[in-house]
């Protein structure tokens, strides 16, 4: 069974880094899509960063693209979102998630989730 958890979420000040971390558990090998969500109080969940298994592939949604970075480490089982020069807007609940359907131009979609960890960025 599939088991994904989040951690590194916490309170930073406005142009700060965090890096948060997403050990996924029950992954089998083939093609499957990981990534980034995050859900702002009041607003929808939106993908954040994705990436495909067989080929690193990746996508970023405009308001973080040159800011963030997804890596993963596949020895560890581990997802990574590495967040630099955040911004308040940034501030979210963040959800680490796996799907096993192709990643488009337009991101990902997510059939299975986290808890979520919470970056919050105020001064």
């Known amino acids: 069974q599939l088991h994904l958890a989040e951690s590194g979420g916490e309170l930073v000040q406005p142009g700060a880094s965090l890096r948060l971390s997403c050990v996924i558990s029950?992954?089998?090998?083939?093609?499957?899509?990981t990534g980034w969500f995050r859900q702002a109080p009041g607003q929808e969940r939106e993908a954040v960063s994705c990436i495909v298994s067989h080929d690193n592939k990746t996508y970023y949604h405009p308001s973080v693209k040159g800011r963030f970075t997804i890596s993963r480490d596949i020895a560890k089982n581990t997802l990574y979102l590495q967040m630099n020069s955040l911004k308040p807007e940034d501030t979210a609940l963040y959800f680490c998630?796996?799907?096993?359907?192709?990643?488009?131009?337009?991101?990902?979609?997510?059939?299975?989730w986290g808890q979520g960890t919470l970056v919050t960025v105020s001064p």
């Open positions: 998630t796996m799907t096993p359907q192709p990643m488009s131009p337009r991101g990902c979609g997510a059939d299975y």
């Open positions: 029950g992954l089998t090998p083939g093609y499957y899509v």
